[in-house]
């Protein structure tokens, strides 16, 4: 140690934290705002994730309606019913991918 | 395996009996030997990496111990110090699809994760514990969790079935997320795989082209180990999603 002792010097801390960031051992902090837990999806990512989302919805609801419609033989009626609540449970799993963090914590 | 000039993209994913006759009679098929050895190997991680028990860890034992921390972070972040009851469920899970995604990608090895069966029978099992334990954390009240609140009242019999719609839906979306990514990787590398025999057995101009295919194979490859990683991750982070939400409910 050559150096003088300057007023304060930095405690060792700070000093392992920045040798680590200087041999780019720290990941840089995830940029916040990301909700749904799965941070830096490249767009083709996002868009089969949302694609899937809403077809799961339609898909389960075509199902529930065409099982229905079986049961209490009212061919056509329930699952075209189902088919518009499918798709609009796709765009609520969709909302619910991308919602912002402080609106959904306020409106629960 | 390019059959009589045609390209069979599907045929790697049929299943066959595996260990000769005794497999044959229990109908024991290779995507069945390979959970299993995705299992052991698991198992041989944790029991052979943490044999040592050294202060300062070795290569494998330093691998078991992230494994292991990885996993309980992701539980306790995601679910709330509630999580520590979840995470030996999680832990297994993540690291059966892990396995089995990673055994995928080697040659002459199944990926058992690219059949549906086997990805829905996981969901079911996901979605059908998030419920158990949602249904014995908060008992009738569990029920709410399909009434959003602060809606007119009107409104409701329109918004829970779209509510129980959305739920249900978690089935399809997690099982048909790692079906399909891990399907359709395997589906272009015996695309190109084939390009690269048929063109290079067309003749001397096709070389080109042939290397150009093969080029494609090996990005492929590197593609596919991340995409095995990722889709285990996703699964497993969308599994403590689930367990947050039947634990809080909201």
Not at chain 2, 196 to 205: D, E, N, P, Q, R
Not at chain 2, 240 to 246: E, R, T, V
Request: glycine fraction near 10%; aromatic fraction near 12%; hydrophobic fraction near 55%.
């Amino acid at each position: 140690m050559s150096e003088e002792p300057s007023e304060r010097e930095p405690s060792f801390e700070e000093r392992l934290k920045s040798a680590r960031s200087r041999q780019g051992l720290d990941a840089p902090p995830p940029p916040p705002g990301n909700s749904g837990g799965i941070g830096g999806m490249s767009p083709w990512g996002v868009g089969l994730r949302v694609g899937i989302e809403m077809v799961s919805a339609l898909v389960v609801a075509v199902a529930i309606g065409y099982g229905l419609d079986w049961l209490f033989g009212t061919k056509p009626i329930l699952m075209a019913v189902f088919v518009l609540l499918g798709g609009a449970a796709g765009v609520l799993n969709v909302w619910r991918i991308f919602a912002p963090k402080q609106t959904s914590d306020r409106g629960r | 395996m390019a059959a009589g000039g045609s390209i069979d993209a599907l045929g790697q994913f049929k299943l066959e009996t595996a260990l000769g006759p005794i497999g044959a009679s229990v109908n024991f098929t290779q995507a069945n030997l390979m959970m299993v050895v995705a299992g052991l190997l698991t198992f041989g991680l944790l029991w052979v990496g943490m044999r040592p028990r050294a202060m300062v860890p070795g290569r494998l034992q330093s691998a078991a111990e992230m494994c292991y921390e990885t996993v309980q972070t992701m539980c306790i972040e995601t679910i709330g110090p509630e999580g520590r009851a979840f995470f030996p469920f999680v832990f297994t899970l993540f690291f059966f699809i892990l396995f089995g995604n990673l055994l995928g990608v080697f040659p002459y090895f199944f990926t058992f994760t690219s059949h549906i069966a086997v990805t829905l029978a996981l969901t079911v099992f996901v979605v059908g514990l998030v419920t158990v334990v949602a249904i014995r954390l908060h008992g009738w009240h569990f029920f709410s969790y399909f009434v959003p609140q602060g809606v007119p009242v009107v409104l409701l019999p329109l918004l829970v079935p779209i509510e129980i719609l959305s739920y249900v839906s978690r089935l399809i979306s997690l099982s048909v997320r790692l079906f399909a990514n891990m399907m359709a990787g395997h589906v272009m590398l015996e695309v190109f795989g084939a390009f690269v025999v048929m063109l290079g057995g067309a003749g001397i101009i096709f070389l080109l082209p042939a290397g150009f295919s093969l080029a494609v194979n090996v990005a492929l490859i590197g593609f596919e180990f991340l995409v095995a990683v990722l889709q285990a991750y996703v699964f497993a982070v969308l599994t403590c999603i689930y367990l947050h939400d039947a634990v809080h409910l909201h």
